[in-house]
């Protein structure tokens, strides 16, 4: 299993963003895929995810209305669209798989990619 991350870098306070989480060794029918972010001196959390078996979304309550997770199965991709993005999530985004009902625990995702870094900044 692999997972990649593209789609970070410098945004205004107010703007938008897409992630994207290009994926192989699995299918989205199959595992769950959540998007995690870390900053600096803070734990990682995890902001949205979807699930493998129903397609369900959740949401960390704090990005709810502001970021929406989707896929597309036959590219092995899933975004992450970030809008109205605040200076405070700065902060290095993961995307990462497992087999789950989805969630933001960092224990039900084995697998990881490397994170790409988001900054929010004037």
């Known amino acids: 299993v692999r997972l990649m991350e593209s789609g970070g870098g410098l945004v205004q306070p107010g703007g938008s963003l897409r992630l994207s989480c290009e994926f192989s060794?699995?299918?989205?029918?199959?595992?769950?895929v959540a998007w995690f972010r870390q900053a600096p001196g803070k734990e990682r959390e995890g902001i949205a995810s979807?699930?493998?078996?129903?397609?369900?979304?959740q949401y960390l309550d704090s990005v709810a209305g502001r970021f929406t997770i989707t896929s597309d199965f036959f590219k092995n991709t899933v975004y992450l669209q970030m809008d109205d993005l605040e200076p405070g999530e700065t902060a290095d985004y993961y995307c990462?798989?497992?087999?789950?009902?989805?969630?933001?625990?960092?224990?039900?995702?084995?697998?990881w990619g490397r994170g790409t870094q988001v900054t929010v900044s004037a």
């Open positions: 979807i699930s493998g078996s129903d397609g369900r979304a």
């Open positions: 060794g699995f299918t989205l029918d199959t595992f769950s």
């Open positions: 990462a798989a497992g087999y789950c009902v989805g969630g933001a625990s960092t224990r039900a995702y084995p697998y």
